[in-house]
């Protein structure tokens, strides 16, 4: 049972990533909107961290999966779908030529992705902790059992 | 009489407008106009100084009231003076509607507030201005039925019955009668006549002659078409200006209110209408005229939903005189910039949010900074050598004529932002009683819209850079052999002399096939060398420099290139194209510099990056949801590019050859984002097309262009642009990036309101455009117009502009296409006509009876026709077989870029006869155009099509051979398509050759090719001329009768 809060840990740390990629993004539209980014360096910026960030969410939930969290699994599916859908219809990427037209759609697309990812972060994290006290205390019947209603 | 007439009334007649007031408020069509009338008797009886007339809203408001709406006769600007004289009054009040744009200039700001104030405390006191005109009408009703000839024409002005209209009728026969009888009994006649609103048939006459003429023979020709013959099923009782106060129209009208064979249905109830006014309940016709000439109508539908409704096909309204901008936007306000720099689709802009929701005609604007001025009226060039330029502190706008000078001229307050700023001391000056600054008329940027500012060394980032033309030239098998190579490179040597920029101009060439070819220019070679690099991975520039020389010195190198150029790849059978590679190469070289880069490409890339595959037209795509990536660029490759050419100042324009796909879809993004152009001549024969490339590119390589231009559009509070449709990029939200600015470009934008209510009157706009000048100058021209906010959506309609309209509409619907089905597209122009028009309908339909009839604003009359021709356009045309993808494609992006003028004639082209006059000697006019239709061409008929890019020349099948003969030459009989005009040695052909240079002439911008038809000779006759008569029903397409037969019943639908 030692190994639980790792793998809690290494969500938590994987989510917190994931939620400062996608603050970046956001972070890099807004800019762009205030001027205070231009296009190309925008697409540049995030072109680099896109592709990455969607690895990154694809690791996490099949990791989920693997060890057998499976709500956990369902809620990040969603989002795991979203991200498939904008690489296989090769949307993923900011088109320089065309970001104005999107970046509104864009900006609303960041935001709702890091209110999903601030919402499962408070999840995993709750998780770590239970993990972490139901290690510590292990003996501890009503802990466990507590824990065990998750 | 004149001077103390609108005195005089004023007082006994003030207690009668509050009755009055009360009654019209339920009638929510005059809350506009009347508005400002109503402003006037709140001032006027108080004090009736000369002060109190002079302010434009009284002028007319005590005069006129209801009218208001009703007149739109061009003379607003004389509202001010015309309080005083009769005859003129009758001209000027009808302007009353337009008053308010009087407001906008600043020196009348200081008057203006308080009646506005007024009038949105009681918006709907609007009418109390009526009564003088109520007591005038009153008058003559109890001459009614004795001048019966009178009345029928304000009946059929009013055509509707109005229900409402009678009980306020009776009270104003009681009211203002004995109010206004004190007051001028013996003017009274002839005076309310004047304003025309009078039924009383004598009087008319000189009304009308004063007033109508223009209108006149329009609306006569329309009734006489429409009622004249009485079984015509087609009544066409269009309610434009003043027709029925003419003594013929109402004769005419007469005839048809009495005739008994009403097989309309709905004219019949008109008829009704008619008599039930004329039996003297006839609601004093001041009211209802307004309404009624607010709007022109169309009749159709005898029956409801049959097909053959009574459409009289020759009375819908056509644009036969081209575009007609309208007059309203710069005489509003003769410090605006001219309308061929800067078109709103409505100069009314909208006070409210949900006043802009219910126009569906997208507010907007189109520029085209750099239009070609005509002689004499050059935008003027100014120099703030020390002072620097004026900007606004906070929101940078450049000191226009519409910015007030306070403070005794220390002070101005910028007119975008309303921030007071100091006026630096090289530029003070005082200022006088009226706020006008003493040095005004030496101060071009104060009084003319469109000033041009020699900018310093603060709005450079770099030195400014010299003209560069960059040749990027495809000498693969095809091209050689199509002659492409030695037209261009003989025209292009032929423009040597005339390249703008004169020393300073840079100039440079590659050529490759399946290699790329650089050519070492340096003045002290005698030959230019050549240089081969095949690596296609790795592009390199073999030399650092030489590869661009400047023109002048290296002339010799550069003329021995272009003659030796066709003959040293005369041989070549190299079939490949690395066009990707040489893009790159091309880049590499232009970098530092930046400039326009010509591309001239005659198959389909095939090697090395950015090579394209042969996804062709592929039918089955079509219909399907992804026949939109069709019209798509393939290869990102290619938007990157285009990208980094912007990003370095690199505009490029496209030159296509070839016979087979070559996928400008894909190539016109190159253009299409850095502010170039495609050019596309499918099948390219040096034989047939030669003139037309050696005449595009001569214009391409000698217009003035503007360079490394970026542009802005600023826009007062509360309104924003939101969207930007062209070709160019955007580097910020609202800073348009353009390498390469020509005089052939045009850009259109969406505005959006971005409070929910406007307070200010006036919403001022200015397109600021900065650029290097060929003459390595950096300038800022900036063009300024005020449009005045309205609160009213009858008065955004009156003051819309179908040019600027169907421009943006057109790119919208291009845009569609990007990434929907053509049908789509074509649905959505379709909708937005419909919407407007129901829209339009629901503000007249509670006061009138309209079943049957279709009603449009007369500004918006050739909307419908305009957006059935744009439906049938190239980019938007039918389906798969109906044009070719890349002429499609070719299309769209010509026609992003195209100035409202051109377009418009691109899409309904001039069809004139010329048969006639090429057999008499009289003056040729080319205004008489035919309606584009095949009942326009006569058999015995020879007709020249001109839509701008290409002649149509239409031979009938019974003209005198003799014609023919003289035109074409000996071998007249055979096959056309060999055929070609050229002069020949008799009168007859060197008229038709002028006729055609004259109109060649009127729009430099492209070369209009000659294509030969004879009637009959299929399917050559049909694919050049058929399928353009966009009146016609082809293919699937609507006709222009079944079109506003659709419209109509869209428009009814949840009406």
Redesign the interface.
């Known amino acids: 049972m030692d190994w639980l809060p790792f793998l809690w840990l290494i969500f938590s740390c994987m989510n917190l990533t994931l939620l400062g990629l996608n603050f970046y993004e956001f972070l890099g539209f807004s800019d762009l909107e205030a001027d205070y980014l231009n296009p190309y360096e925008l697409s540049s910026r995030i072109n680099y961290v896109i592709v990455p960030e969607y690895l990154l969410h694809g690791a996490l939930c099949i990791l989920f999966l693997m060890t057998g969290h499976w709500i956990m699994f369902l809620l990040s599916l969603p989002t795991a779908y979203y991200n498939l859908k904008q690489y296989l219809s090769n949307k993923h990427l900011v088109d320089v030529t065309e970001v104005f037209k999107v970046v509104s759609t864009e900006k609303k697309a960041r935001l709702i992705k890091l209110g999903f990812y601030v919402i499962f972060f408070g999840l995993v994290i709750t998780r770590l902790a239970l993990s972490v006290v139901s290690a510590v205390f292990a003996d501890d019947e009503d802990i466990v059992a507590w824990s065990t209603i998750y | 009489m004149g001077p103390e007439n609108p005195n005089r009334p004023n007082y006994p007649l003030r207690p009668a407008a509050t009755p009055f007031a009360s009654q019209q408020s339920s009638t929510p069509f005059l809350s506009s106009g009347p508005v400002v009338g109503s402003e006037a008797p709140a001032f006027r009886p108080g004090p009736p100084s000369a002060s109190n007339f002079q302010a434009p809203p009284f002028a007319g408001g005590p005069l006129v009231g209801t009218e208001v709406p009703a007149f739109r006769p061009p003379p607003s600007i004389r509202s001010g003076e015309v309080a005083r004289p009769p005859p003129p009054s009758s001209y000027g009040t009808p302007t009353s509607g337009f008053q308010r744009f009087q407001n906008p200039p600043m020196p009348s700001a200081g008057q203006v507030p308080p009646p506005h104030t007024s009038l949105t405390g009681q918006p709907f006191i609007a009418p109390p201005t009526r009564p003088p005109p109520g007591p005038a009408s009153l008058f003559s009703h109890p001459q009614q039925p004795l001048v019966s000839m009178g009345s029928p024409p304000q009946s059929i002005k009013t055509g509707q019955p109005n229900p409402n209209i009678p009980p306020p009728a009776d009270q104003r026969f009681s009211t203002p009668r004995p109010s206004s009888q004190p007051s001028s009994p013996p003017t009274g006649t002839s005076y309310p006549a004047g304003r025309g609103t009078y039924p009383g048939y004598a009087n008319m006459q000189p009304n009308s002659v004063s007033q109508a003429p223009p209108m006149q023979p329009a609306s006569f020709q329309m009734q006489q078409g429409g009622y004249g013959p009485p079984m015509q099923s087609a009544s066409f009782p269009l309610q434009r200006g003043y027709a029925p106060q003419t003594p013929p129209t109402s004769l005419l009208a007469q005839q048809r209110g009495y005739a008994p064979v009403p097989p309309v249905s709905t004219s019949s109830g008109l008829y009704s209408g008619n008599q039930f006014q004329q039996h003297g309940i006839a609601p004093p016709g001041a009211p209802q005229q307004g309404l009624a000439e607010d709007f022109s109508s169309l009749s159709l539908g005898s029956i409801p939903g049959s097909y053959d409704a009574g459409l009289d096909i020759t009375a819908l309204p056509r644009p036969l005189d081209g575009d007609v901008e309208p007059k309203s936007f710069a005489d509003m306000n003769p410090m605006n910039c001219n309308s061929r720099f800067l078109r709103l689709t409505t100069s009314g802009i909208p006070n409210s949010q949900s006043l802009a929701s219910r126009w569906h005609l997208s507010i907007g604007a189109v520029v085209c900074p750099l239009a070609e001025s005509p002689p004499g009226e050059e935008v003027p060039i100014v120099n703030f050598a020390t002072t620097g330029i004026i900007r606004c502190r906070r929101c940078r706008t450049y000191v226009n004529p519409y910015v007030t000078f306070t403070d005794n001229g220390r002070k101005w307050r910028c007119n975008i932002c309303s921030l007071l700023n100091d006026v630096p001391s090289e530029y003070f000056a005082h200022v006088d009683a009226s706020g006008r600054r003493v040095d005004l008329d030496q101060r071009p940027e104060l009084l003319k819209g469109s000033v041009e500012f020699i900018a310093p060394a603060e709005y450079m980032v770099r030195p400014p850079m010299p003209p560069l033309y960059f040749f990027l030239i495809d000498v693969s098998i095809s091209a050689v052999k199509s002659g492409m190579l030695e037209v261009m490179s003989q025209t292009i040597r032929s423009c040597l002399d005339s390249l703008p920029g004169s020393t300073r101009t840079q100039i440079g060439f590659i050529t490759y096939d399946s290699t790329i070819h650089f050519y070492n220019m340096k003045s002290s070679l005698a030959q230019p060398q050549m240089m081969v690099v095949s690596d296609l991975d790795d592009i390199f520039v073999p030399l650092p420099d030489d590869l661009l020389v400047n023109l002048s010195e290296s002339r010799s190198v550069v003329e021995a290139f272009l003659d030796s150029l066709p003959s040293m790849f005369q041989l070549n059978m190299n079939v490949e194209s690395a066009f990707g590679p040489a893009l790159k190469a091309a880049f590499m070289v232009m970098s530092q510099l930046g400039g326009k880069l010509l591309i001239f490409q005659n198959s389909l890339p095939s090697l090395g990056a950015g090579l394209l595959k042969l996804r062709g037209d592929d039918i089955r795509v079509y219909g399907t949801d992804k026949e939109h990536t069709l019209r798509l660029p393939e290869d990102?490759f290619y938007?990157?590019m285009?990208?980094d050419f912007t990003?370095y100042q690199i505009a490029v324009n496209v030159y296509a050859f070839s016979d087979k796909y070559t996928d400008i879809a894909t190539l016109g993004?190159l253009a299409k984002?850095t502010g170039g152009q495609v050019y596309y001549y499918p099948n390219f024969q040096a034989s047939i097309h030669k003139e037309k490339l050696k005449h595009e590119l001569t214009r391409d390589l000698t217009r003035e262009t503007a360079w490394e231009a970026v542009m802005r559009i600023r826009c007062g509070k509360g309104v924003r642009f939101t969207?930007y449709h062209g070709n160019f990029?955007?580097?910020?939200?609202d800073l348009l990036a353009l390498p390469a600015v020509d005089c052939d470009k045009a850009y259109a934008a969406q505005l959006s309101l971005e409070e929910t209510l406007l307070t200010t009157q006036t919403v001022y706009f200015q397109v600021a455009l900065l650029y290097t000048s060929s003459s390595g100058e950096r300038r800022i021209r900036v063009h300024t117009a005020a449009a005045p906010v309205v609160t009213d959506l009858g008065e955004m309609y009156r003051l819309a502009d179908t040019g600027a309209i169907i421009s943006l509409f057109s790119r919208l619907a291009i845009e569609k296409t990007l990434s929907s089905k053509l049908e789509e597209a074509r649905n959505g122009v379709q909708h937005r006509v419909a919407k407007a028009l129901r829209e339009y309908r629901n503000l007249y339909a509670v006061q009138h009876r309209l079943s049957g009839r279709m009603i449009y604003p007369e500004s918006l009359k050739f909307l419908p026709l305009y957006g059935l021709a744009l439906c049938k356009s190239l980019p938007l045309r039918g389906g798969y077989s109906d044009v070719q993808l890349d002429e499609r494609s070719a299309a769209a992006y010509t026609m992003m870029a195209l100035p409202v003028k051109s377009l418009l004639k691109l899409l309904y082209p001039n069809l004139v006869r010329v048969d006639e006059y090429l057999a008499k000697t009289e003056e040729f006019d080319t205004k008489k155009r035919l309606p584009l239709t095949v009942e326009s061409l006569d058999t015995r008929g020879l007709y020249i099509f001109d839509d701008g890019f290409r002649f149509v020349i239409w031979f009938g099948k019974a003209l005198s051979p003799d014609i023919t003969k003289n035109l074409v030459g000996e071998d007249f009989a055979t096959d056309f398509s060999k055929v070609s005009l050229s002069q020949r040695d008799n009168p007859m052909s060197r008229k038709i050759m002028e006729i055609l240079n004259q109109c060649r002439k009127s729009d430099p911008s492209y070369f209009q090719l000659c294509h030969l038809v004879r009637q009959g000779d299929q399917p050559r006759e049909g694919f050049f001329l058929l399928t353009s008569l966009v009146e016609d029903q082809i293919g699937g397409a609507n006709g222009y009768a079944d079109w506003m037969v659709l419209l109509y019943r869209q428009v009814q639908q949840n009406a």
Request: net charge positive; aromatic share 8%.
């Open positions: 990102p938007k990157q285009a990208a990003k993004t984002y969207s990029m955007l580097r910020s939200t």
